[in-house]
């Protein structure tokens, strides 16, 4: 039974607004629409620098699948909640180190399938398809997913900006029963909105959640470490930096291009990247 909003997909519902929609809104993208607006301005007026979550977000995703295409000789990647095509996707990044990687995206918003089929299914080694990436089992046994993706042979799983629209207790269950389902030498690339539990960024954290989780999204958990963790348990969490120990870091503090030059913003400091090796 579906607990979280986004379990129903959005269809085309003028009323509901869609988190793919509104990600991408903050990302630059044009597929918006008033009901996705009207939230994006909400967020803005109580957090004016919100749009660093969805920023530090997509450039941990960008710089964790260049790590993983670089560094290991995996050449399946299955993409949970892939959002709507933007400049450098999955297959993109991956594909520049290894042309006949595998890229399965999976999503259950209908822009997101329509823009997914027209522009990421760009080779015959990327496929898009449509299931409940909070069930498990409907990823897990999906037909394409099936046939593209051998699970007695090691692959990378991204669930990245995904699991904050889950609501409930289940989120740690929800991702056991991913890691459970890989072979060893898989990796797992993941990505939260983050509570860090320091008042002045809970503060930050919880002005967005109100407007998630109390408006017309009815979704979009800040997490703490510990529950975050929980999500990963089972796996071995690679050092996110030069002077960091394994674990959670900042997402835009995983492995940045450069030095920094100028302080995160609050809002940056609240969402956090980790990649896990099953061992
Ligand atoms: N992973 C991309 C990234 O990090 O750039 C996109 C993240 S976007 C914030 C979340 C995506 O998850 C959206 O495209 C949304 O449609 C998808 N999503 C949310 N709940 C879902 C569900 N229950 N089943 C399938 N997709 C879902």
Known sequence: MASSPSQVPVGVDPTRPSIARIYDGFLGGKDHYEVDRAVMRKINEAVPEAVDIARGNRGFLNRACRFLANQTTLGQYLDCGSGLPTAENTH????????????????????VLAHGRALLEENEFVHMTE???FDPSKVLDNEVVRRHIDFAEPLVLLHVGTMHHFEGDGAAAVM?????ALPSGSYVVFSHFFD???????EVAKRIE???VHGPMGAGRFRTRAEILEMLSGLELVKPN???????????????????LAPLSLAAQCIVGAVGRKP
């Open 92 to 111: 993109q990044i991956v594909q520049r180190a290894n042309p006949e990687a595998t890229v399965v995206y999976v999503d259950n918003d209908p822009v």
């Open 242 to 260: 030069a002077v960091s120990e394994p674990g959670l870091a900042a997402c835009d503090e995983w492995w940045p291009d450069g030095p920094r």
């Open 131 to 133: 299931a409940d990436i």
């Open 176 to 180: 056991r029963r991913y890691i459970d």
């Open 210 to 212: 109100n407007i998630l």
């Open 196 to 202: 860090p539990e320091v008042p002045e960024l809970t």
